[in-house]
């Protein structure tokens, strides 16, 4: 559906995207995480054609954007930034202001008003609605033309938690009822791994990660920490150098390891108390989806 191949970006002289290979699968809700700065508008942009590549290139539903730029986009529908709305006019007259200038049915203005739920209001003027239904709104133009592909950039941002929970059952139920391939971008993992099928993680211009939702839970599965408290950690390890094989002395009384498996951990409670050691405590300490985000945008670990 959409696939970057060694995408390269400048800015002058300043490179921000290095070698991005993206790939979105139809039907996905692929979240596009990054913490601030990383490149995510600036890749949002190359997407819509709005930005050259240095070099790489962008294909969508297989075709080259760089050749086939205006066929490919009337199938995409975006919201870059806050969406630019007439405020004197209605909700309704704000579709249909777009609606005619690009040719699209007349029917479709109260579709797309009731799939992102603001029939009830589309009489109010725009300037009456709160960010979230500005957000629904500029989402109902980009639907207008019934396009396959949805490019968001950081559609939440800003948005109450109300406006926040509104907007991923109006993705989901974009992605999962009308087949839409989504892309989201979001510095928030909270955010995304509540809807996203699939994730991306970038930092600093690089893609540190890309796979499904479970892809990134096993690699957090993966750095998973046994946390055994005892008298002297340093004694326990010298007791036990296979068992004990990685681990370090967090404290005078405290040993981290990786974590291996039950029968791992069985066996070294065992062998601790055989060897007359004492246990206080021994734990699996597994970090949060958060701490695995924040793993791959500090240490630039290649996981894709
Ligand atoms: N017009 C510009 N000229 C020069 N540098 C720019 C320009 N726009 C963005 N940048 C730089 O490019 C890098 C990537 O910015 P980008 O806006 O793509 O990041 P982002 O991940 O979307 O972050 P944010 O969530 O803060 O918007 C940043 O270092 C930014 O300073």
Not at 121 to 141: C, D, F, T, V, W
Not at 255 to 276: C, D, F, I, R, Y
Request: proline share 5%.
């Amino acid at each position: 559906m959409l696939e970057t191949r060694s995408l390269h970006f400048r800015f002058g002289q300043r490179p921000i995207l290095h070698d991005v290979h993206l790939q979105v699968e139809p039907g996905s809700l692929y979240g596009f995480l990054g913490p601030n700065g990383a490149g995510k508008s600036t890749t949002m942009r190359l997407l819509l054609g709005l930005l050259r590549p240095a070099s790489g290139s962008v294909h969508l539903f297989g075709h080259d954007l760089a050749r086939h730029r205006v066929a490919l986009l009337d199938r995409v529908g975006a919201l870059i930034e806050n969406p630019s709305l007439y405020d004197h006019l209605s909700g309704r007259e704000n579709v249909e202001a777009t609606r005619r200038l690009r040719g699209v049915a007349a029917g479709r203005t109260a579709e797309v008003l009731e799939l992102v739920g603001l029939t009830d209001n589309a009489h109010r003027p725009a300037k009456e609605y709160s960010l979230g239904m500005r957000q629904r709104l500029g989402l109902a133009i980009a639907l207008l033309s019934d396009p396959d592909l949805l490019l968001l950039d950081e559609p939440t941002n800003g948005l109450d938690p109300n406006g926040i929970i509104e907007m991923r059952e109006l993705l989901q139920h974009l992605c999962r009822q009308h087949g839409k391939t989504i892309v989201v971008s979001s510095h928030l993992i909270s955010e995304i791994e509540k809807m996203a099928t699939h994730v991306g993680v970038i930092q600093e211009g690089r893609l540190v990660f890309q796979g499904s939702l479970p892809d990134l839970r096993r690699l957090q599965t993966g750095r998973s920490r046994l946390v055994v408290e005892t008298q002297d950690a340093e004694s326990c390890r010298n007791l036990l150098p296979r068992l004990l094989a990685g681990a370090t002395v967090a404290a005078p009384g405290t040993l981290w390891l990786p974590w291996l498996s039950q029968e791992h951990t069985a066996a070294l409670a065992a062998e601790l108390v055989a060897a007359n050691q004492p246990l206080y405590g021994l734990r699996l300490e597994q970090p949060t989806l958060e701490d695995t985000f924040l793993h791959l945008t500090e240490s630039r670990t290649a996981a894709v």
